[in-house]
C-alpha cells in the first residue's frame, strides 16, 4: 500500500489550503484514513480522521476550521484547511490502517510541509 500526500505550501494566516492523499490501494480494506502532522521536537499529532462509516474526528485545535474527506472513486483522502494559524505549521503526514489479527497496521504518506505564516 503506498500513499501519496501533495497540496502543502506557504500560506498567510486566515489563509486556506488543500492537502491530498492518493491511496494505492481500495478503501474497503482500511479500518480509517487521515491525518496527522508533527513540528520539530514533537511526537506526530492526529489532526483528523475518516472511518469507513464515514465517522469524522479531530483534535480540539482544528474543530471547525479543518475537514477530512474522502473519495472513494478517486481512492484520496483529503484535508480542507481554512482559517489557518501560524501553530498550524507542520509536516502533515496522510495514514491509512487496518486492524488486523495480529494488531493495527498503518500505512503513512510522505509528509507535506504546511507554513502558515503570521
Known amino acids: 500500500v503506498q500513499l501519496q500526500a501533495s497540496g502543502g505550501g506557504l500560506v498567510q494566516a486566515g489563509g486556506s489550503l488543500r492537502l491530498s492523499c492518493a491511496v494505492s490501494?481500495?478503501?474497503?480494506?482500511?479500518?480509517?484514513l487521515g491525518w496527522y502532522r508533527q513540528t520539530p521536537g514533537k511526537e506526530r499529532e492526529l489532526v483528523g480522521t475518516i472511518t469507513m462509516g464515514r465517522v469524522t474526528t479531530y483534535v480540539d485545535s482544528v474543530k471547525g476550521r479543518f475537514t477530512v474527506l474522502r473519495d472513494d472513486a478517486k481512492n484520496t483522502v483529503n484535508l480542507h484547511m481554512n482559517s489557518l494559524k501560524p501553530e498550524d505549521t507542520a509536516i502533515y503526514y496522510c495514514y491509512a490502517d487496518q486492524l488486523l489479527p495480529s494488531g493495527r497496521r498503518v500505512y503513512w504518506g510522505q509528509g507535506t510541509l504546511v507554513t502558515v505564516s503570521s
Open positions: 490501494a481500495s478503501f474497503h480494506s482500511f479500518n480509517s
